[in-house]
């Protein structure tokens, strides 16, 4: 997986299929990665997962190809049962305490 820069902002993205993938660069040395159905970037994400500036890229940019992977198909469907679904009431955005949700 390759990503490229999009502009002069931390902004990098990667895609397959009908998915893309942004990593972005947050504050205090976090990222964060927001996956989007090819066509819908201007809306909410799907799926969306960060890590602490204690955190390893590498465990990010594994997750970012293993969704590019597993969602290359378009079907929205596949995506809701994810962990990190924005809409999972069990997944990162349902719980009041998101910290067990990042990657390090």
Known sequence: ?????????????????????????????????????????????????????????SDLLALAEEWLDTYQDGDPEKAVADRYHIANPNGAWGVPERKEFYLG
């Open 1 to 57: 997986m390759a990503f490229q820069r999009k502009s002069r902002l931390e902004l990098l993205s990667a895609g397959s299929g009908k998915a893309v993938v942004y990593l972005e660069k947050m504050h205090f040395g976090s990222y964060v990665i927001k996956f989007y159905w090819e066509g819908e970037v201007l809306g909410l994400c799907t799926l969306e997962a960060w890590i602490t500036r204690n955190g390893e890229l």
